[in-house]
């Protein structure tokens, strides 16, 4: 299993063509804050107007679904752990998408 941010998925997306192709057995979990969220912290905290950190998010699932790959998506509370633990007893190539608002 991995866990990464929304920006830093949308780095290396290509990659589930990847995993799907070795037929892996690969959970990631996307922490979906909106974008860049670290990056807009420190701007904000130096006094800049915060610039190119808000993103336009892809249809998490649709696209994990375009590669050949499983999706969900769930609200930040009580259903991640239960959909993770479903993802990884499927096996296969499985997103979970985390609705996140921090
Ligand atoms: C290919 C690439 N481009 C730019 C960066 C610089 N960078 C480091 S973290 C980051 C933002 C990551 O966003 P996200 O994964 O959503 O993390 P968050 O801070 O929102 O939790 C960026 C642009 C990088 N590490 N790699
Ligand atoms: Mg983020």
Known sequence: MTVIGDGALMFCVNEL??????RLDLTIVCV???????????ELERGIVPVGVDLVQPD????????????????????V???IAAAIAAGGV????VRSSS
Not at 32 to 42: H, L, P
Not at 60 to 79: C, I, N, T
Not at 94 to 97: A, F, I, M, R, S
């Open 32 to 42: 979906d804050n909106g974008g860049y969220a670290e990056i807009k912290q420190n």
């Open 60 to 79: 998490w699932v649709a696209l994990a679904r375009a590669f050949g790959a499983s999706g969900v998506s769930v609200s930040a509370d009580g259903e």
């Open 81 to 83: 752990g239960v959909a």
């Open 17 to 22: 063509a990847t995993a799907i192709e070795q």
């Open 94 to 97: 499985q997103l979970v998408h």
